[in-house]
């Protein structure tokens, strides 16, 4: 069977399985559970349909499976599988939304279209396999660098994002104590480390790891203008709306984010803007 063909039923099945689970749990984070997995059998799905002999699909495949291993531990040790763990945004939504409205939001937005998602940014696969004449090179090598080095910026920002977050505490307090009480300030925001250089690293991480599997595929075929991109493409605006709706709620819970957002890139890292100083008043003195 045609290795698009095997993935399209995969993701029908993902589709199928995530909406009737939230029908039943009343949980909606059903696709977040399956997003690091069902990538990397999509990608093997297309590795197998070369019978494992083309190198640059094998690549595409390991890669993306190392992507899927550290997101899924990511996941899971957030408590993203465990009963309860659903998306807080969610809620957030379903508070805004009648609940007709959230139950259509809940079969188009969340289980169909972002399903559909994770299989286009897996596609520049199928573009390489229909150019696997052109063989695995030094473009590849690069790509495949480029990819380990995101990979590893992406552990790193979701393990200072870690760390700020268990040092808070289980109950996120932005202080530990008074200072008469020997305690110390605690930060409402995460300033350190790679995100002072962007608000949202990981991110930015992400995003980058799909578009070099996109280029995975335009080296293959000798052009950048390839339908496969649109993968890639659709996940760049899905994050973008997500930081949008996620900073909303961040000013509402954390007092100092918005002076962290003027002078913070939102994903893109780069160096932080400096503040501008209040102009000064001259005193005029008495005569």
Known sequence: MDPFVVCLWIMLTSCATAWILSLLTGEYSWVDRSWSLVPPVYAWVFAAGAGFDDARLVTIAVLVTLWGARLTFNFARKGGYAPGGEDYRWAVLRGRMSPAGFGLFNLFFITIYQNAILLLIVLPAATAAL???NPFGPADLGLTFAFLLLLVGEGVADQQQWDFHRARGPRGADTAGSPAEGGAARPDVLRTGLFRYSRHPNYFCELGQWWVVFLFGAVAA??????????ALLLT????????FTERISVSRHPGYPAYQRVTSPIVPWFPRAVPRPESVPVRRAL
């Open 131 to 133: 150019h696997a004449a």
């Open 222 to 231: 000798g052009s950048l203008l390839q339908w496969s991109g649109l993968g």
């Open 237 to 244: 605006g899905l994050f973008i709306g997500s930081t949008v």
